[in-house]
């Protein structure tokens, strides 16, 4: 029996996306019935867009949304409130709803969330700080307003568990590493996952045959060095602070900098950092550095777009900071690559961001084709090609969607799914 109706829950640090998917057959992709997406939850107003047949809503601007449950139940209200989706007017119907939560922990494979599964997922929400929790209120909203729904984890971290032992450890006493389960674990891996089979099929590769440095920059930003398909190394860490910076977050900073966070800045000393907790120096890192910190906003579309110095020196840091990540992955792979592929909510869009970092990879055999890379927009499909014919390197633009990637999965694992929530 293929699953019914499949809702595809993707709570981002700034926003929270709904996918509605009615199955077709196990071999193939589920018909996308709906998009809805709040954005700009780091941004307020928060906005409302929608997507359902000829039904379109753009960045309506919606009042007191400011977290990821808030945004979920909006959807939801506004989901079943629609005469046009008469799918979802009975909740009886959605079989399964997909949480994207961003840590799982040693989780290589999507899970029932069960008392069981909820209770470690809440264990590792320190880990993801903007996130696991976010996801997690979603979890228990699903599970009061939608009964009859089995909840499925599927984990940003699974994809990364191919990352060889040299790469996911980290030079610190093996024991204590242990014992906390200190490691590199790496996020964004649902989208790094529907990147590798984009462009697998793009590009007529087979999948173990594929090398790529992929670039998923959202409001969280990471790289990933991809060999044979798989995952060989990432920028995100143990945590999504490590890396490139974000909206909210610092990214890589020298690790004694939390210790001088103080007003004896320089003069750290146990009197002068018990002002400041570690907890709040997380707090800072995560959510009150990167580009809210630098410029004021979180939109980096318009820190593009502004000419003044704070936006400029914001620009200048993220294309360093990407360039020497592409360039390290780029050795990694000694220089055998099929592709740079830029994703997520600024590769997709930020046109001249990728024209910033393609220029500074110049000397490794990047190229862009000016035209193609500004008129990504007015292509179709999933994967555009904006490189330059002749370069040494292609460069791709990949619109991805984690959403469809977690549905798909559903879909090959409906039946299991059923078994294991007890429903087959
Ligand atoms: N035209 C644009 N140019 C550059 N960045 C953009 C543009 N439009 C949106 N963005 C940025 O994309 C980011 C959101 O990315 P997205 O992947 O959707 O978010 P999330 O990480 O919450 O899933 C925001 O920083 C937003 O400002
Ligand atoms: C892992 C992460 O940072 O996700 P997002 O970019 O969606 O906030
Ligand atoms: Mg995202």
């Given at each position: 029996?293929?699953?019914k109706i499949?809702?595809?829950i993707?709570?981002?640090s700034?926003?929270v996306?709904v996918?509605?998917?009615?199955a077709?057959g196990?071999?193939?992709?589920p ?7 709040v954005?700009?939850l780091?941004a307020p ?9 000829d039904e ?5 601007r ?5 977290s990821?449950?808030d945004g979920?139940?909006y959807?939801?209200?506004h989901?079943t ?5 008469p ?9 399964f709803a997909c949480?994207r939560?961003?840590?799982?922990g ?7 969330i ?5 209770h470690?997922?809440e264990?590792l929400s320190?880990?993801a700080p903007?996130?696991?929790?976010g996801a997690?209120?979603i ?11 089995t909840?499925?984890a599927?984990?940003d ?7 060889p032992?040299?790469?996911r ?5 093996p024991?204590?590493?242990k014992?906390n389960k200190l490691?590199k674990?790496?996020?964004h891996?649902i989208s790094?996952?529907f990147i590798?089979?984009a ?7 087979p999948?173990?045959a594929l090398n ?9 930003a990471s790289a990933?060095?991809i060999?044979?398909g ?8 143990l945590?999504?602070?490590a ?7 610092s990214?890589?900073?020298?690790p ?16 002068s950092s018990?002002a400041?907790h ?6 800072i890192l995560?959510?009150q ?5 630098l ?16 936006c400029t020196l ?5 294309v ?8 390290s992955?780029y050795?990694?792979?000694a ?5 740079l592929?830029f994703?997520?909510g600024?590769g997709?869009?930020g ?19 000016a035209?193609?890379n500004?008129?990504?927009r ?11 014919s002749g370069?040494?390197?292609g ?11 977690m549905a ?5 694992e ?8 007890g429903?087959?």
């Amino acid at each position: 029996m293929c699953a019914k109706i499949i809702l595809s829950i993707n709570a981002g640090s700034s926003s929270v996306k709904v996918s509605v998917y009615k199955a077709k057959g196990k071999a193939e992709d589920p018909a996308e019935l709906a998009v809805v997406q709040v954005a700009g939850l780091t941004a307020p107003p928060a906005t409302l867009t929608y997507d359902r047949g000829d039904e379109h809503v753009r960045n309506q601007r919606i009042e007191g949304v400011s977290s990821q449950e808030d945004g979920f139940r909006y959807i939801l209200d506004h989901l079943t409130n629609d005469k046009g989706l008469p799918e979802l007017t009975n909740k009886e119907d959605i079989e399964f709803a997909c949480h994207r939560v961003v840590h799982g922990g040693d989780y290589t494979r999507a899970q029932v969330i069960d008392v069981a599964t909820y209770h470690h997922l809440e264990e590792l929400s320190d880990l993801a700080p903007l996130h696991n929790a976010g996801a997690l209120t979603i979890v228990r909203a699903v599970h009061s307003h939608l009964p009859s729904a089995t909840n499925i984890a599927y984990f940003d971290s699974s994809f990364h568990s191919t990352m060889p032992e040299h790469i996911r450890t980290y030079p610190i006493d093996p024991k204590i590493a242990k014992r906390n389960k200190l490691r590199k674990y790496g996020f964004h891996g649902i989208s790094y996952a529907f990147i590798t089979k984009a462009v697998t099929t793009y590009l007529h590769r087979p999948v173990g045959a594929l090398n790529i440095i992929a670039l998923h920059l959202g409001s969280g930003a990471s790289a990933c060095c991809i060999r044979g398909g798989a995952s060989l190394d990432t920028s995100m860490g143990l945590t999504p602070l490590a890396g490139l910076p974000g909206a909210t977050r610092s990214g890589d900073v020298d690790p004694s900098l939390v210790f001088h966070y103080t007003h004896d800045a320089g003069k750290p000393s146990a009197s002068s950092s018990k002002a400041l907790h570690i907890t709040a120096a997380e707090d800072i890192l995560n959510k009150q550095s990167g580009w809210a910190a630098l410029t004021g906003t979180t939109d980096f579309g318009a820190i593009m777009a502004s000419d003044a110095a704070e936006c400029t020196l914001a620009t200048d840091i993220f294309v360093d900071r990407i360039a020497g990540f592409v360039a390290s992955y780029y050795v990694k792979l000694a220089g055998r690559l099929d592709a740079l592929v830029f994703a997520g909510g600024i590769g997709e869009k930020g046109a001249e961001l990728r024209r910033r970092v393609v220029e500074a990879l110049e000397c490794l055999g990047f190229e862009l084709d000016a035209a193609r890379n500004q008129g990504v927009r007015e292509v179709e499909g999933v994967v555009v090609d904006v490189g330059k014919s002749g370069a040494r390197h292609g460069v791709l633009v990949c619109r991805t969607d984690e959403q469809l990637e977690m549905a798909r999965g559903c879909v090959a694992e409906a039946e299991t799914f059923r078994s294991r929530s007890g429903v087959a």
